[in-house]
T-cell receptor, first 110, second 112 residues
Framework: DAKTTQPTSMDCAEGRAANLPCNHS???????VYWYRQIHSQGPQYIIH???NNETNEMASLIITEDRKSSTLILPHATLRDTAVYYC???????????FGTGTRLQVFP | DAGVTQSPTHLIKTRGQHVTLRCSPI?????VSWYQQVLGQGPQFIFQ???????GRGNFPDRFSARQFPNYSSELNVNALLLGDSALYLC???????????FGPGTRLLVL
């Protein structure tokens, strides 16, 4: 599975869009980009995933660059409850495991 | 529908003891994966079970074992506990091996 690189931490004002970047320059054609978040001491929560097209659901949008070497998770209107560690994971379709890095700690402030 | 459930929520053991952690997957999910998360790190993959068979194993010693039951629930067993086994143990379920994994709340194990 390809390695991902994320900033260690980010801040965002409440009500503003939070844009969380992820680099995955060694991604291969059959690997998906997954995003999870983990609020303090809870289990990771699935957010969204995509292969090459942009994706949107009720929680967030995922923008994947055309060369697939990077992506951005967008929380359109961040709230205090979005404060969490966000993990970007690259996973081949037929693999059994998720490989977590250290993620980005997003702090949403009032 | 209920999400993934795990029991117990917290557990304190002493070195050398063994522990059994339990996981019930989301209804209709046939695959269960176990992860260990030590403080300050991301979760690390331990096992995946699908249709009651081990389908994947991470880099963990043989003290760690698991099994999956006919109703797709699962147990993680850890023998001869070490202080370093203190962690949050997470269970995730998915419809099959390759589908999106959904995590439970975890069991926090403290080994003294």
């Amino acid at each position: 599975d390809a390695k991902t690189t994320q900033p260690t931490s980010m801040d965002c004002a409440e009500g503003r869009a939070a844009n969380l970047p992820c680099n995955h320059s060694t991604i291969s054609g059959n690997e998906y980009v997954y995003w999870y978040r983990q609020i303090h001491s809870q289990g990771p929560q699935y957010i969204i995933h995509g292969l090459k097209n942009n994706e949107t659901n009720e929680m967030a949008s995922l923008i994947i660059t055309e060369d697939r070497k990077s992506s951005t998770l967008i929380l359109p209107h961040a709230t205090l409850r979005d404060t969490a560690v966000y993990y970007c994971i690259v996973r081949a379709y037929n693999t059994d495991k998720l490989i977590f890095g250290t993620g980005t700690r997003l702090q949403v402030f009032p | 529908d209920a999400g993934v459930t795990q029991s117990p929520t917290h557990l304190i053991k002493t070195r050398g003891q063994h522990v059994t952690l339990r996981c019930s997957p989301i209804s209709g999910h046939k695959s269960v994966s176990w992860y260990q998360q030590v403080l300050g790190q991301g979760p690390q993959f331990i096992f995946q079970y699908y249709e009651k068979e081990e389908r994947g194993r991470g880099n963990f010693p043989d003290r760690f074992s698991a099994r999956q039951f006919p109703n797709y629930s699962s147990e993680l067993n850890v023998n001869a506990l070490l202080l370093g086994d203190s962690a949050l143990y997470l269970c995730a379920s998915s419809r099959d091996r390759a589908e999106t994994q959904y995590f439970g709340p975890g069991t926090r194990l403290l080994v003294l």
